[in-house]
């Protein structure tokens, strides 16, 4: 297991005891942003030239607000010299909750943009399909789709586009001319 799904598990854990699983996605993603906004603050937290102790102390007053569980987890990522992996530990968390509360993330390509009736109408749709699962859809255009969408949701891929049943009916009249 990598460290950093190890550091995400763990937080998991103690969050989902403690209830404020969202809280703390909440706190790690304002703390993300702020080291995003201050050059200042990413200095200092990912610095190694800052001695530990005053790193916590810190970690104290910046925390200030936010759940215990954040604070002790930033804590424990500076007392292991761990910083520089916390976003992709904050992405990871991200996913166990979701998984926990059951929400999946989708994301639907398609060839012109999609009004707010069609998009409630897809979402309640994959909603059927995944089991009852809340669905949060990621929209994106891409026009040389030609008409239809491509989904991509935990780690799967389906291709419902013009483009993709061309190319694949292309690939079908080549292995037959071919054989």
């Given at each position: 297991?990598?460290?950093?799904?190890?550091?995400?598990?763990?937080?998991?854990?103690?969050?989902?005891?403690?209830?404020?699983?969202?809280?703390?996605?909440?706190?790690?993603?304002?703390?993300?942003?702020?080291?995003?906004?201050?050059?200042?603050?990413?200095?200092?937290?990912?610095?190694?030239?800052?001695?530990?102790?005053?790193?916590?102390?810190?970690?104290?007053?910046?925390?200030?607000?936010?759940?215990?569980?954040?604070?002790?987890?930033?804590?424990?990522?500076?007392?292991?010299?761990?910083?520089?992996?916390?976003?992709?530990?904050?992405?990871?968390?991200?996913?166990?909750?979701?998984?926990?509360?059951?929400?999946?993330?989708?994301?639907?390509?398609?060839a012109v943009e999609l009004s707010q009736e069609q998009l409630?109408?897809?979402?309640?749709?994959?909603?059927r399909v995944l089991e009852g699962r809340e669905v949060i859809?990621?929209?994106?255009?891409?026009?040389?789709?030609?008409?239809?969408?491509?989904?991509?949701?935990?780690?799967?891929?389906?291709?419902?586009?013009?483009r993709g049943r061309l190319e694949s009916l292309r690939e079908?009249?080549?292995?037959?001319?071919?054989?």
């Amino acid at each position: 297991m990598s460290a950093v799904s190890t550091y995400a598990e763990a937080l998991f854990e103690a969050a989902r005891e403690r209830e404020e699983l969202e809280e703390v996605l909440s706190d790690l993603g304002e703390f993300v942003a702020a080291l995003h906004e201050s050059e200042e603050l990413r200095l200092f937290f990912y610095g190694a030239q800052i001695p530990e102790r005053q790193k916590r102390r810190a970690l104290d007053g910046l925390t200030e607000g936010m759940k215990t569980s954040t604070t002790n987890f930033l804590k424990v990522l500076v007392d292991n010299g761990r910083e520089e992996i916390l976003e992709e530990v904050l992405g990871r968390y991200e996913q166990l909750v979701k998984e926990h509360l059951g929400r999946i993330e989708v994301e639907v390509t398609t060839a012109v943009e999609l009004s707010q009736e069609q998009l409630d109408r897809l979402k309640e749709r994959l909603g059927r399909v995944l089991e009852g699962r809340e669905v949060i859809l990621e929209t994106t255009v891409d026009p040389d789709l030609i008409g239809g969408a491509v989904f991509r949701f935990g780690g799967r891929m389906m291709d419902g586009s013009i483009r993709g049943r061309l190319e694949s009916l292309r690939e079908g009249m080549l292995e037959r001319s071919v054989v």
